[in-house]
């Protein structure tokens, strides 16, 4: 095999940086402490955690003051610069989602990007450059070379974009260097690239919280469930920080003392507090945060020093080295209710009180959104937001929708804020979950303005609970997975909240027997002012771990009563595309199979144009039939087949 000409690389490359008088920093030296900080705890190239060390760094500024960590790795062989996966990705992860070590380790550009997610992941820094360099001998003995450069950001969810071809380093010279920053600016994801990616993360976070679950399950004695819901929540929030206001806590500052005041818990509560009170949440809601926090955070247990090092220090360093990138990233996930869903099977519910807190899986609540036709001026809510999984679904699609049609940056930036805080309403009675709802919505970029712990049906007036609560919460698309032990399976909270709105539409996922006879009274009230515009059969399996329940979606359209000639739409969704599998240590559990996206998008446009939608399915899926507004048990219907009667009808 040929020797590698490393050297000959390095010292060739170097070369230019001297020339253009760059101040840059080799392997051993220091660039500063917070970068040097963040290569050292990332897991080091062949995996371990260890020292990282990119061949050359540099810190350069652009006419905006602000700063670009660049990071340079040098190869010495042909065909070494770069590893992309088949959706010409840089490839730095394995099929099961962990780091690919021998492609972080043999190629330059791979290692580059991974030195840039290690600063993405520990240090304020978000806009990154990855270069990666290698070359070879020609059969004259002459060095030729390839460069490789990437943008490494959140914006790209740490996934790093190529910039452009470059035969030499002379962009980062001062005079060329705020006109490459200008071509990086332009680079973008079109919304399918980063819905690529999203997917990506979200398996990654997947198998982190397993792995992170696991390991407190196993090795963290004397912590109570909902302790170690309020520890990870505590810990995020403490590493947040707000850029130039609050500083994120850093593993460092937990000195483990056990000097009253200033044991790690206080540390952790303080910072907490000036994360709170930036944020100006409102003030009871932020004493109910940092009361249910600190109650976690200040126990001796946690606190006691063992081997110089608290149980506390300990969680939140694996907390935020398994976490930390996720939601650095900015990543819209309805982050905690994985988290929950991860958790909740170790939470002491009874299997009665297991299906009252199951959380939507987010493909299901995305689908819940697109059914209430929900856009960028909605005003959605939901009676029992539980991790407000549904909410951060709708946040997700108004935010998509105000992007794509709002041009002006200013405009967008002011809907974004209107979207978060006012536009978006949910109501939790848990206290423990509707602490996971607010940290969600806090992860979101802080759509808790609006998080309720009251209870739906007894004590909510239909005012916002925050800011103006003199004025009614205009609603007018309501999502709603209910529990299934509420009366009429949950119908209750359906028929409370569509009474209080004056148009708009409805979706709710609900266990089916509320169609069939268990919730007859209320559907008949329902029907007298809403109409019933589709009935969805939903996979049997979608909760995993409860797969025998058999869920329902139901449409509405809100304040037009249900005439007997009304057409319902039926629609048997058993074959949604998915292969649902429920092993404790699989990857993934849900695979597309069978077209999943294209089905998705079928269903929703069915029940929105009719049959004329008809695609993927067939004429014995989608149906269209008439109830009896007076029944309020024959929602759930079945295409007739020519030979078999008709449940419902003989």
Do not use: C
């Amino acid at each position: 095999m040929a020797k590698s000409i490393e050297p000959n690389i390095t010292d060739l490359a170097n070369g230019w940086l001297k020339s253009y008088k760059l101040d840059y920093k080799l392997e051993q030296e220091s660039l500063n402490s917070e970068i040097d900080q963040a290569l050292s705890d990332y897991f080091t190239k062949n995996g371990g955690t260890g020292a990282n060390r990119p061949d050359a760094k540099l810190l350069l500024q652009d006419k905006n003051l602000d700063y670009y960590p660049i990071l340079i790795e040098y190869k010495g062989y042909k065909n070494k610069l770069v590893k992309l996966d088949k959706s010409k990705q840089v490839e730095n992860r394995t099929a099961k989602n962990e780091p690919h070590f021998k492609n972080i380790n043999s190629y330059a550009v791979n290692g580059a990007v991974h030195y840039a997610n290690a600063l993405l992941h520990h240090t304020s820094y978000t806009d990154i450059i990855a270069i990666g360099m290698t070359g070879y001998k020609d059969e004259s003995g002459k060095i030729k070379h390839e460069i490789g450069v990437y943008y490494v950001s959140r914006e790209n969810l740490g996934a790093g974009q190529k910039v452009g071809e470059f035969s030499d380093f002379s962009f980062l010279a001062p005079k060329n260097f705020n006109k490459f920053i200008e071509q990086v600016k332009k680079l973008s994801l079109s919304q399918e690239e980063l819905d690529k990616l999203k997917e990506q993360r979200e398996k990654e976070i997947d198998t982190s919280l397993k792995k992170l679950n696991n390991d407190i399950y196993e090795n963290e004695k004397g912590l109570s469930e909902s302790d170690r819901v309020y520890l990870v929540a505590a810990s995020i929030i403490a590493t947040l920080g707000i850029p130039g206001k609050v500083a994120p806590l850093d593993k460092s500052e937990l000195i483990s003392s056990t000097e009253e005041g200033n044991r790690d818990g206080d540390i952790a509560v303080r910072k907490i507090k000036a994360f709170l009170g930036e944020k100006q949440i409102p003030k009871e809601k932020r004493d109910l945060i940092v009361r249910t926090l600190e109650n976690t955070l200040t126990t001796e247990n946690i606190n006691k020093v063992k081997n110089g090092e608290s149980q506390l220090k300990r969680v939140f360093t694996k907390i935020v080295d398994d976490l930390g990138i996720y939601y650095k990233i900015g990543l819209t996930t309805d982050f905690t209710g994985k988290l929950f869903n991860e958790m909740y099977g170790w939470l002491g519910f009874s299997q009665d009180k297991l299906n009252d807190v199951v959380l939507t899986p987010s493909y299901i609540a995305t689908l819940l959104v697109k059914l209430a036709r929900v856009n960028k001026d909605s005003y959605v809510w939901d009676f029992a937001t539980g991790s407000a999984g549904l909410l951060v679904a709708a946040m997700n699609e108004m935010l998509i929708d105000a992007k794509e049609n709002i041009t002006s940056p200013n405009e967008l930036t002011q809907k974004e804020i209107k979207i978060k805080s006012e536009q978006l309403l949910g109501l939790e009675l848990l206290s423990s979950v509707y602490m996971l709802a607010i940290l969600n919505m806090i992860l979101m970029g802080d759509g808790s303005s609006n998080i309720l712990n009251k209870d739906s049906l007894v004590d909510f007036d239909g005012n916002y609970g925050f800011g103006d609560t003199d004025s009614k919460f205009p609603a007018d698309a309501f999502i709603l997975n209910p529990p299934y032990s509420a009366p009429g399976n949950g119908m209750n909270f359906v028929l409370k909240a569509l009474n209080m709105m004056n148009k708009g539409y409805a979706a709710i996922i609900i266990q089916n027997s509320a169609g069939s006879g268990k919730a007859i009274e209320y559907n008949k009230e329902i029907l007298k002012k809403h109409t019933l515009i589709a009935s969805i059969k939903m996979p049997v399996d979608i909760f995993i771990g409860k797969s025998s329940v058999q869920t329902n979606i139901y449409v509405f359209k809100v304040n037009e009563r249900h005439h007997k000639d009304e057409m319902v739409k039926f629609i048997d969704f058993s074959n949604d595309g998915y292969t649902r599998s429920n092993r404790k240590k699989a990857s993934n559990n849900l695979k597309d199979t069978d077209n999943a996206k294209e089905r998705y998008e079928e269903l929703v446009n069915l029940v929105r144009f009719g049959k004329s939608k008809l695609n993927i399915f067939t004429e014995k899926e989608y149906h269209e039939g008439t109830i009896d507004p007076e029944n309020g048990a024959d929602w759930n219907q079945t295409a007739p087949h020519r030979y078999q009667t008709h449940f419902g009808r003989f």
